[in-house]
């Protein structure tokens, strides 16, 4: 596949090599027709009519089967709204219900933070004999056991970039017994993920990275077909109500993932994201995942070839990695600061890390020789010693 | 205060009288201009950079801080972000929290039903002793006793317009060891509202509706200064983490207000609602009380005289309602088809209330005089009687 033309529907500033899709993916041309005319042609013609007449209210459920396809959710499993941490709040309430006699959450030790922080206060308060457990990655596995109810992964690595394989720990979560939930924040678009296929019981994840949505884009929520009718939401938003203009005094959850809506959708937002959506159209995400890899592959080589002090923080199978990768360097923070005051941009986690997202959407490898050559030129040049880029901003 | 300056600020549809932004306020003109450069010159051209440069990352505190200005809420105690539904889980865990040996949430018959819902469900998981009780509106100060640890009310009747004292019965509630929780959805923007002075505890609201911020806009959350410290959230999301970018394993509540914040905050949303803000400049929330009152004045004494059929719902007295007029109709639902389809543009909340809501900022006493001769006609022709208005939509 030819991604010219998905690279057309971006807009990338001149002169920027731009590999921090993993944490906000770049403006998509239409997203600035698409969210104009939602707000003059349907908030401000519409007015409240918009609900009905432009189809706002059915926008969760029609962007959650549209990201459903990119991530293997059959339709009518996937809505669309919130914010991931209250995704994996509402997920991970929902799996432990459906396993009431267990009371371990297993985890691993480079989860992102928000998932194991609502996780730890829903079962400090929820019930104090339950136990958060956080293993290496590399123990997850044989850390299952008959203890364990749900065992709640980030698929990704946010920092090292370490693909969990999302089948086998599924398998062997059901064959003690436990359930899965999955963070997809870092495979959602940047490659095949088979939810069904699977038989993953949960999954939510966020839309401002590989999915382009724009920051702070509204998150999803995935809920198995086997689960769902069972869910009694812990978040129990009127928008979940099985019929929420009723204003009935009682909530009874709405049919099937509907119940997992919680408050009114964020209608500007969605607009942007589905402009964002319309570049997937037509795109295998096999394909991306083979030229993310390939991106990759080029990408370390060179990294090593011409930069030996920075030191591959990722897996080096790419059938064991995401779609982004990291090096360690003890100078890592004033070097990216370096490289984005030359247009490079990729970002830094504490305390070592540089990160490269490789998006094939929007990037290729020429794209990549010149990254590498302004690479090449601040590290063999010690360019990052310099005092202004050591001062930490807020983000990186 | 003439408010010629402030209408023209939004974009009303010709030959529309907009009497429904009690639910969705209209486009204030400058939120196209404002968001069109969000995507294109932060988002487009500054990327991730943008949490940093543009000031994405301090967007909730700044909002808040204005918003702050038209409840009556010191600096440092409202942040915006996640949806109402959300901030009143949050508020009122941290309220339960405070008061630990009392088991009764205290609420009316007439509050918002996501409320009720979130509440009952926060109670059935975390304290199987403890009751949500409701009562009606007018009985909230006869039920306070020593058994309530929370009084949540939400301030304005979404269906009648009733407006609660809210320093009267922040004080009864106080006087029996209670603390508060006011859900401000219709009285953010429509009336003075004076969280401190009233000694208010908690407070949420949405920002779609007076405050004009857009379909599905972000919703805000107070906590009095008195409290936040203690505050342990229940929802412990890493941007209310003190410091969310050290990716620290254990959750450490960030400063005051900061620690109420979730997920990553909806920018473009934000965008939006920051022009809506702009219209409140410079505008007193007094004048916008005493023109709102003198509205609805006219229109019931109107209704009242040409349209007999209509049955006022809301308090006569000006003082005990919020800033919207509901009359009980037996067509009601019908008969605002009707309206709408003629221009004027009210809701209609089940069995049989239509509600007309009164923003002086674009509404006067022009539009309710076409608005009134409009009304007038549909009930005295009988133009409800029409089969395509008694088909019911899903939002009204």
Redesign the interface.
Known sequence: MDFAETRAQF?I?EH?V?L?GN??G??PIA??RR??AL??EE???Q??????DAG??QQPARLGERIGTLIGAPPGTVTV??????RI?QAL?AALDRVPDRKVVLSD?GN???D???A??YLQ??DQDAELR?VAPQEVEAALDESVAVLMLTQVDY?SGRLHDMAHLTRAAHACGALTLWDLAHSAGALPVALAAAGADFAAG?T?KYLNG??????FIYVAPAHIDAV????????G?RAP?????D?RPGAGIERMR?????????A?LEAALDVFDGVDMNDIRDASMALAEYFIDEVQRRCPQLILASPRDPALRGSQVSFAFDQGYAAMQAL?ERGV?G?F??PDIMRFGFAPLYINRQDLTRALDILEEVIRDELWDNPAYKVR????
Request: proline share 10%; charged share 10%.
């Open positions: 807009y500033p920027i731009y921090d944490s906000l770049p403006l997203a600035e969210v104009a707000l003059r908030w401000g013609a007015l409240i009519a918009g609900w009905n706002w209210m709204g919130e914010t991931l941490s209250i709040y309430a030790t992102f933070p928000s194991l922080y609502m730890k206060t308060r929820f956080l920092r966020c401002y724009g920051p702070g884009a509204p998150a009694q939401p812990v978040l129990s938003g009127w928008l109500h203009f009723a204003f009935d005094p909530y919680v408050g009114t959708p964020p209608v500007i937002a969605m942007a984005i941009i970002d986690r504490a901003r807020a983000v990186t």
